[in-house]
Nanobody, 121 residues
Framework: QVQLVESGGGLVQAGGSLRLSCAAS????????MGWYRQPPGKQRELVAT???????NYVDSVKGRFTISRDNAKNMVYLQMNSLKREDTAVYYC???????????????WGQGTQVTVSS
């Protein structure tokens, strides 16, 4: 059984910062790409950022220069540092990871339960 657990969400004023964390646990052989998605109120879930096991990152244009994704492979964790937050960043943020278990040794996508980020003006 594999589980992803996010933390670090909350209420912040526009221009402020938050750091989200996501911990993967369970029967894990290896983790391929990890990422963060978000779902604003009344909208569909969208990609925010991804990072490969080798550290190559990708960001949606709206967060480039403000958000930074990173990971700690030894701890099976991924982070999202969010700076210069805007009201439009308000959303539930979800962690995603492609994880290979011990058996069968095939990759599956797992999602966390989500953490709320609210940016006030």
């Amino acid at each position: 059984q594999v589980q992803l657990v996010e933390s670090g969400g909350g209420l912040v004023q526009a221009g402020g910062s938050l750091r989200l964390s996501c911990a993967a646990s369970g029967s894990i052989r290896s983790i391929n790409a990890m990422g963060w998605y978000r779902q604003p109120p009344g909208k569909q879930r969208e990609l925010v950022a991804t990072i490969t096991s080798g550290g190559i990152t990708n960001y949606v244009d709206s967060v480039k220069g403000r958000f930074t994704i990173s990971r700690d492979n030894a701890k099976n964790m991924v982070y999202l540092q969010m700076n210069s937050l805007k009201r439009e960043d308000t959303a539930v943020y979800y962690c995603d990871a492609e994880i290979v278990g011990h058996w069968p040794r095939v990759p599956y996508h797992y999602w966390g339960q989500g953490t709320q980020v609210t940016v006030s003006s």
